[in-house]
């Protein structure tokens, strides 16, 4: 029943030149993003950008051309220095560019580079060695966004949202903001896959917005304590069943200086989502969704007027649609625009027109378009990432928009990210599988062979490695394979029992096994497995990429699906002769931190310990965006509210569980830990918490290395 | 390594009758003040009420004269049952008297016991059997207080103040008041003995009320998390050296319904302490101090007019005044008044007069007077408490005013808690002793023998206790005796080798160790001992009771002497041969949480585990008026903050230290602690936390027994 693939890291160790006798064991300053030692290990990967559909190889001293458009080597010719670029600056008033290792080259037709300083954005002509353009860099922005086209800058200040102009000049598109009302700031908590406020239209000459009144929302009160006298940081967090939010669109005219607002009709609980231009820029489309987010609607706006046309595509889902993706038009053919929705049950492109029609499915099977990078002209294709080889292999392919036929781009190993370049002929492709750390190839979209760019060993060829391998078992369900990670404690010995750690996370939007380096193993598990722990890591149903159903399994009862297959995990991971099932340990963040403590109070005899970071406790202190969509409100499903609320179940806590968070979380809000605090107490069961004052929902920095020697330690006191 | 307890084998314990040999072990439900089986264990103590000099015996359900005035026998005479009393009440519109234990007797003269239903106050006179007055009962008020005299209530609803005269009418002194401006409340935060905000006139016609504005000072953003979204639950908190309130003293006459305010000048910057009313009610006076708090004036005001009269005393201290008592006058001579002070040294009560002349001293000695309790005008004497015996010993005496001539009135034994009838004739007196539980007893002050009323014995008769002793050390001065109290652990063998626990609080105002039961012992370390602990307390220098250079050696560096003191607790306690030296812990809470966190990062080869409750972390974050006495302010002082802060000890930590909040401590606000935790993670040192959720600066309810379960399992996760 159960296929192991076993990646042996054998081979690897035995390439190295340091014998297993005398390699190092790690710290978690190694180990952590964070740590002080973290970026000595790390190699130094290939810097490049692409100029059209030429590559330019970047250093902090130069920029040299590496392949030109035909993917031919161009000698490493050097186009230009930054002492050449800071000589053509008045560098007393603007100040120096450091490195230029973050160059880029809008204009395929022009020996220009854009760069900047810490006060100044500029184009250099490499050609004439001049400085051909230039504008100020506003300091003290909550976002900005520049547009090569126009060479405008869109940006927020204090709440309020600037346009500054080819010519310097800056326009203030609103003058009414306050926390309570943003104007050109990411909306909806960056759900829909939203993640910024400004859209500039192709010609860069207009700029969508987002305006988001938020006074009618609660506040939480977090609190910052940098201050000597600690000061109210309030969230207007909308949870779950109450009042939300209000979103408009504006497009603003820096030229007429006016601004339109689309004629959407009252924005009462409803989504405005995926803002795209037409190629005219005569049209704005949105995504628009109900609060029961169980319909999308395709809208296109005049941007002129902002009367609202017609919707040109409608699906409804009783459970939820959710898109996540703009509509992108055919740079060939005005009239088509590539949607991509889940309607078939999985992740899938459709060739759509403006004009009308049925729409066209492009790609199609059992597998997720988990990415689309462009299109390549020539070949009238498109350019994908999917896992179509395996739910957990991330390959680049082109499909052609005729045929329909998919071509394989890369070597169809492992894991990859890739840039297209502006023409679309080439892809700058970094990938890694379970045995290599990262590969740099040029991968052609057109049928040439790959070139590799650079190879880069392991950051950790001196330390002492854990057996890594990956595998299946099955859910829950009997027939659905998940997909799991093992790391076997360092210097293994299967006479010898070991205590195991389970890490979780097993919510939406995420998965933790892929065939990436080690297969995705979080550093810290090398670490426990130095300590002589198990580590083990199976996606849940309820995780990303496997499809609607895989992931909607847990509709109105999150938490429940996603631990009944944790469970067949713990079933395989106890049959595993040298695992002790009597010293089992959980840990997790955010979902993963709800997942740790709901494993710990429903199966209190199972684990001993855990850990649980920022958890969700209760869904009816969650934001409505998510939350809604998962669970609807909870005057919609009371029953589910209730039976997945781990206030419920503080009372069965038998083992060891801490909860940290940090204190101004304003994602998952102190309400969630403290309220679960407050049911620990009054039950008379003993968890234990912490806290990182100023770390928000995700720890950064060197507190990063704090919380992973806290997590172990408290594993290795009450674990071992 | 960790011992494991065997639950099974204590429940079969607990479960076996109780022989001699074997007695019951302790719950923390037994145990604290909280605890489930708390109060079935307690032994009822004896009620009773002075009737002018006679004693009315109380119980749930009647009343019975038990001594007369002359303390006499009184055979018990019923005076009054409970039916008596709802017999002649409108029940149903006012509900019913469940008991009489509350009952009081106002009026020496007359047959009239002052009761109250949940809705009605009044007075039943049990000779006609009739309710000859009655008033309702304020609902949802932040205070309250009935003055017998006038039958007046004053009390405070919404930070206003009112007065509801004997005629059922309220009279609204104030209409503006707010969270930031209040009116009838303590002031001061508490301290220069201030415990409340009205003060009636001796006759209760007029009224001298606090106003407090402090619409200046800094708001500490505490949350509250009961509701559904937290909400803000603002505390006004001046931190030392920070803007503080500004306080007024009104006097409000009923009558003529209006407010006069006394003629003090500009409040900044100032304390009005101690309010005092002349016998005729002509005069208020007060105690003022400038902030610096190195001064007192006894002022005099005019209460008609509100101007400010003569300074009829003034005190300096180049440290510190700290007045504590309001002035009282004799009985027999409205011109004569006694004064408390530590100008010699030692608390000591003064004669003083409000026609001028100088103080004379009525007490003298290197002892405490601890409580003034009242006059017998029979013998012109005042009664006092003092430890005039020894320090740890608190006894009643008679103060002849003309031969100065102390007379012991009580056994001369532990410790004793009095009130004075009021004739002054007898003492109720409940005493304990290191080896008495509690004994009530009817004390004369004009000689007669005491009369035993009751004795209780202990509660904990059926459980194994443990040995527990009491002694002294030497200070580390190598002079001042300190006065300890040792636990054993129950089943005590000396061969053996034990772990050891200190408890410390160590800050002004309060004691540990005295010769009440168990020289005071607190019910925890009972169970410490239980589970194989020596508990180990010594009152350190800078604690009560020991007069003002005692307390005074910290003045301007808190914690340092006190630390060295503890230290030398430590030296005795490593001296005894059952005690493990390498297993020593501390807990303590409030400033004994800052001299625990103070003594794991000042001593961390010394303590391995710590415990430290609502801990001061850095005095700039405390409050003004306390912090800024004992420290003067951070501006004044910076080298003595910078030195007393343990944010610069953080680095140091290298024991298990849990720090425990109440996360609605309004007293020592989370700053301390999350300070303190943001100084550890830069650190890289590792203390735990927990915080209760809707707990204040001190703990209550069944929290108790939670919180000490925590404690316990604190210390044998880790010092066992």
Redesign the interface.
């Known amino acids: 029943m159960k296929k192991r693939i076993v990646w042996s890291l054998l081979l690897l160790l035995l390439m190295t030149p340091v014998t297993a006798q005398n390699k190092k064991s790690f710290t978690l300053d190694d180990l952590m993003w964070g740590g002080s030692n973290y970026w000595n290990l790390q190699p130094k990967s290939y810097s490049a950008a692409f100029w059209g559909d030429k590559l330019v190889k970047l250093s902090v001293d130069d920029a040299a051309l590496a392949f030109n458009e035909k993917g031919k080597d161009a000698g490493m010719k050097r186009l230009f220095t930054v002492e050449d670029v800071n000589a053509a600056l008045d560098t007393a008033r603007v100040g120096k560019v450091y490195n230029i290792l973050y160059a880029s080259f809008p204009y395929a037709d022009r020996t220009e580079v854009l760069l900047s300083t810490s006060k100044q954005r500029f184009l250099y002509d490499w050609a004439t060695r001049k400085v051909v353009w230039q504008q100020p860099v506003t300091a003290g922005t909550q976002h900005s966004e520049f547009c090569a086209a126009s060479k405008s800058e869109a940006y927020v200040k204090d709440w309020n949202l600037f346009v500054r102009t080819a010519d310097g000049k800056a326009h203030q598109v609103s003058k009414d903001g306050t926390r309570q009302l943003q104007y050109g700031m990411s909306v909806h908590r960056n759900e829909f896959g939203i993640e910024k406020g400004t859209f500039f239209s192709p010609s860069g000459k207009l700029l969508a917005f987002y305006r988001m009144d938020q006074s009618m929302v ?1 506040d ?2 977090l ?1 910052d ?1 940098s201050p ?5 940081a309030p969230e207007a ?1 909308p ?1 779950a069943g ?1 009042t939300s939010h209000k979103v408009q669109v504006g497009i603003y005219n820096p030229e007429t200086e006016t601004t339109v607002y689309l004629q959407t009709g009252d924005p009462t609980d409803r989504y405005f989502t995926n803002i795209a231009w037409s190629p005219d820029e005569k049209t704005v489309y949105v995504i628009e969704l109900p609060r029961t987010q169980d319909k999308a609607e395709l809208v296109a706006y005049d941007a002129a007027t902002g009367r609202r046309g017609a919707v040109l595509y409608t699906e409804t889902n009783p459970k939820y649609v959710e898109p996540m993706h703009p509509i992108v038009f055919l740079p060939w053919d005005a009239d088509k625009f590539i949607y991509q929705t889940r309607r078939d049950g999985y992740n899938h492109l459709y060739l759509m027109s403006v004009s009308g029609g049925e729409p066209k499915q492009l790609t199609k099977g059992e597998f997720e378009v988990l990415q689309f990078l462009g299109f390549h002209a020539a070949s009238k294709s498109v350019i994908i990432k999917s896992n179509e080889a395996s739910p957990i292999r991330h390959n680049l392919y082109a499909v052609n928009l005729k045929t329909l036929k998919r071509t394989l781009l890369d070597n169809g190993r492992g894991t990859h990210r890739a840039t297209l370049s502006a023409g679309g002929a080439w892809l700058l492709d970094r990938w890694s599988a379970p045995d290599t750390f990262r590969q740099t190839e040029l991968v052609s979209t057109g049928g040439a062979k790959p070139v590799v760019l650079q190879t880069d060993g392991t950051p950790w060829k001196d330390y002492e490695v854990p057996e890594i391998s990956g595998g299946t078992l099955k859910a829950a369900d009997g027939k659905t394979d998940l997909y799991y990670r093992l790391v076997k404690p360092v210097g293994f010995d299967p006479a010898k029992k070991y205590p195991a750690v389970v890490y979780v996370y097993g919510g939406p939007h995420a998965h933790n096994v892929d065939e990436s380096w080690n297969y995705l193993m979080r550093p810290w598990e090398a670490y426990m497995a130095q300590k002589g722990y198990v580590v083990f890591v199976v996606d849940n149903r309820g995780s990303e990429n496997r499809g609607f159903e895989f992931e909607s399994v847990t509709f109105r009862h999150l938490g429940e699906v996603e631990m009944e297959d944790q469970m067949k995990g713990v079933e395989f991971l106890t049959s595993l002769p040298y695992v002790d099932k009597d010293r089992l340990g959980v840990h997790g963040w955010s979902f993963g931190g709800f997942m740790t403590t709901n494993l710990m109070c429903s199966h209190p005899d199972v684990f001993k310990v855990g850990v649980a970071g920022g958890p969700v406790i209760d869904w ?2 969650y934001e409505v965006m998510y939350g809604e969509r998962y669970m609807d409100t909870p005057q919609e499903n009371p029953e589910g509210y209730e039976r997945c609320s781990l206030l419920n179940k503080a009372k069965n806590l038998k083992g060891r569980l801490q909860i940290i968070v940090g ?1 101004n979380d304003g994602t998952c ?3 969630h830990s ?2 679960f ?2 049911a620990c ?1 009054d039950a ?1 069961t ?1 968890p ?7 770390q928000e929902h995700n720890m950064m920095g060197s ?1 990063m ?2 919380l992973h ?2 997590i172990t ?1 408290y594993f290795e ?1 009450y674990l071992k």
Do not use: C, S, W
């Open positions: 609660t939480f009160p609190i304590i000597r006298v600690a000061q109210l967090y949870m109450m009816k202190y204190l809000v102190l309400q403290l309220a605090l407050r107490e008379g003993q234990d918490y912490f806290v990182y004052p100023g507190d290395v704090h020697e806290r330690r006191d």
